[in-house]
């Protein structure tokens, strides 16, 4: 590989403790390889025309250097293009680039995607939008809005939104809603739900998946009742075991609709983006619709990665609390 097209956001937290200016730490770093790169920064309103012109040249790749929000607004504007994306992890989370396995380190996620081979994975939307990890809905839309104001203030101005971040953690309601996965309705009142690109793994932290070519959408519902709760399912959503706990209820299925009885629009974060999207909210799932560069030649498990003893089965295999067939392999039917 020797021409590439970079979109580099450069408020990205990878760059913000650089000394060096982004465009050039990161022409310098494909220099040392031999490669030409074609650099943008990237804007929101002008990230459609950016993309398209990088594309005139006919790159070889096309690299998303920022968070998964800049990957997400780099794949919107490549439907139908066979151009692979490459991600570089410069942002908070960068939950892509570790599915992908892209080290974290700047010099090596370069050197280890000009020499990684191309791969199939699949590409999520909500209302027509395409997100690659994961959609929130409920609290965390607005837990990520203070969290913007938070990194953007300086001193004192962060002691009342601490505040606020800390009655809204503590105060948020539970909400009345519909969640219809491939035409089965289910009402929930909830604080938190999470729709994700395939399913989540199991035994590690929240955002991680073993597999992104499953054709599958998965939720989690957090069925939360009390602050103690809300606690314990925060300390296991971190320590990897909330696929444990009863009071997070997983589904899957190619097709998601989540309405509200008293709603018309909500706040939706996807990829760490937030938006706020009329209801109901109509989630999509498009298998092996993105092409993106996989270092380390990874392969995926031939079976489900979350397979494990279900503790809320019956022996037909199918959850107690939910009339659908559980994702999990159920120990006394031996069912997927």
Known sequence: MDRVAVVYNPRAGGFLSGREAPAERLAGLFG?????????????QTVAA??????????????????DGTARAVVAQLDGSTVPLGVLPVGTLNVLAQDLGVPADLEDGVAALLTAPAGKID???????????????????????LRERLRGG???????????????????????????????????RTRLIVVSNNLLAAGKPFH???????????????????????????????????????????????????SSPTLSYMSVMSDGEISQLRLPLRYEIRPAA???????SRSWPA????????????????CRRWPTPCWTRCASSGRP
């Open 303 to 318: 079976s489900r990665s979350g397979s494990r003893s279900c503790p809320t089965c019956t022996s037909a295999g199918t």
């Open 32 to 44: 040392r390889h031999g490669v030409t790169a074609r650099l943008r920064a990237f804007n929101p």
């Open 290 to 296: 993105l092409t993106v560069l996989m270092p380390g």
């Open 154 to 188: 300086a001193g004192w101005q962060t002691v009342p939104l601490l505040g606020r971040f800390a009655r809204l953690l503590w105060r948020y309601p539970r909400m009345p809603l519909t969640v219809t996965v491939d035409g089965i309705a289910h009402s929930v």
């Open 50 to 67: 950016d993309v398209r012109e990088l594309l005139v040249d006919d790159p070889q790749a096309i690299i998303a250097a920022g968070g």
């Open 208 to 258: 991680s998946r073993d597999r992104l070519d499953t054709g599958r959408l998965a939720v989690y519902v957090a069925e939360d009742r009390t602050n103690w709760d809300r606690l314990v399912i925060t300390g296991r959503l971190l320590d990897g075991s909330w696929q444990q706990d009863r009071r997070v209820v997983a589904l899957q299925g190619r097709e998601v609709e989540v």
């Open 123 to 145: 590409v999520a939307s909500v209302n027509g939008l395409p997100f690659l990890c994961s959609s929130t809905l409920a609290m965390t839309p607005h837990l990520g809005r």
